[in-house]
């Protein structure tokens, strides 16, 4: 079997995707924010305060014939951004891109926090993470890939998110007319549950490639790029007025700046960001000050390739054994 669905920018800065599903039976169609940096699958719901509902659509197991409470599990998380959410479990169909995982832990929302009600295209988080980072109590509960993996062609997904533009999300299958070149795999450490792995060093704009390893994660689930402060330092040198905000939490610069363009390697590969990724978005809107889409990880803990990386590649995540990451440019 194989899937495919779309991947939609909620905004002009692309600051997350939501992927259309739906959800038991008669279907319900809900907008999921595909993330691959946790791995719970967790819903806005008939569960959910109305007062922390604005806008977001919600699933209603009660509608569904075919929706079984999962006795006495509850789950509970919390993102690195602070941002949490927490609930009851239904076990229920679950279909993406045409997929179905029959008997899907839907974990539904009794409690989010401001940032998921502000937040109100998406409707909750499909986790492609690994199943071990699952948070359902007391059974840990699988993600939709690792549900569905075994009856794909091939057990991998993929990302081809798009600045601007609708992008996909594949199962089962590579999509050879999504890329250029080849496709360079490296290898995945899975024991953190996050796609670690590790990448062979950057360039700046021209400028000469610096090897060096830099362990990060592949997240489709954060918006930006966070890289260690040495990198992010000697990228903003070569940014007109650009400054290290504490107002803002990160570099910011006057948006008519023009930007170098950074590239990452992926062992004797290439990917380059163009500048235009890392004009991020101006600070609110209408401001002439920009917020930079290449950050610091120095206050995230672990180096995350986010968004603005991930929507310059076409991206394989292979579910096999050893689980391995492929880029490719595009
Ligand atoms: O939490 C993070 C990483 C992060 C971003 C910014 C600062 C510190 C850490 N991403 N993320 C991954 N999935 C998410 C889901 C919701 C919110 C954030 C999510």
């Not at 998921?116 to 071990?132: A, Y």
């Amino acid at each position: 079997a194989t899937g495919s669905a779309a991947a939609e920018p909620i905004d002009e800065s692309d600051q997350a995707y939501i992927t259309p599903v739906t959800i038991g039976t008669p279907p319900q169609t809900l907008e999921l924010d595909v993330d691959t940096g946790s791995s719970d699958l967790w819903v806005f719901s008939s569960h959910t305060p109305p007062s922390q509902i604005h806008g977001q659509q919600i699933y209603s197991p009660n509608k569904s014939s075919t929706a079984k409470l999962l006795e006495g599990h509850t789950w509970s998380i919390t993102y690195g951004d602070g941002s949490a959410s927490r609930g009851n479990v239904y076990i229920d169909n679950f279909t993406v891109g045409g997929l179905t995982a029959e008997k899907q832990a839907v974990q539904c929302a009794q409690q989010v926090s401001a940032s998921f009600t502000r937040e109100t295209h998406v409707d909750g988080l499909i986790g492609l993470g690994f199943s071990t980072l699952n948070t359902v109590s007391p059974k840990s509960q699988l993600t939709f890939f690792d549900n569905v993996k075994s009856g794909l062609d091939s057990p991998v997904f993929t990302a081809d998110l798009k600045h601007g533009a609708a992008g996909t999300y594949d199962f089962g299958f590579v999509d050879k007319a999504k890329y250029s070149g080849e496709i360079t795999y490296v290898p995945v450490n899975p024991d953190p549950g996050y796609w670690a792995f590790n990448s062979s060093g950057y360039a700046i704009g021209s400028g000469k490639f610096s090897a060096s390893a830099i362990t990060g994660i592949a997240d489709t689930g954060t918006s930006l790029l966070y890289l260690p402060t040495a990198i992010v330092t000697a990228y903003y040198r070569q940014v007109e007025g650009a400054t290290n905000s504490r107002t803002y939490g990160g570099y910011v610069f006057p948006c008519s700046s023009s930007l170098p363009s950074f590239t990452f390697g992926v062992a004797d590969a290439r990917i380059t960001i163009p500048s235009a990724y890392i004009n991020y978005a101006p600070i609110t809107p209408g401001s002439s000050t920009c917020f930079g889409g290449l950050q610091s990880s120095s206050g995230v803990g672990i180096n995350i390739f986010g968004d603005v990386a991930l929507k310059a590649a076409f991206v394989v995540f292979n579910g096999g054994s050893p689980p391995t990451i492929g880029w490719a440019q595009k």
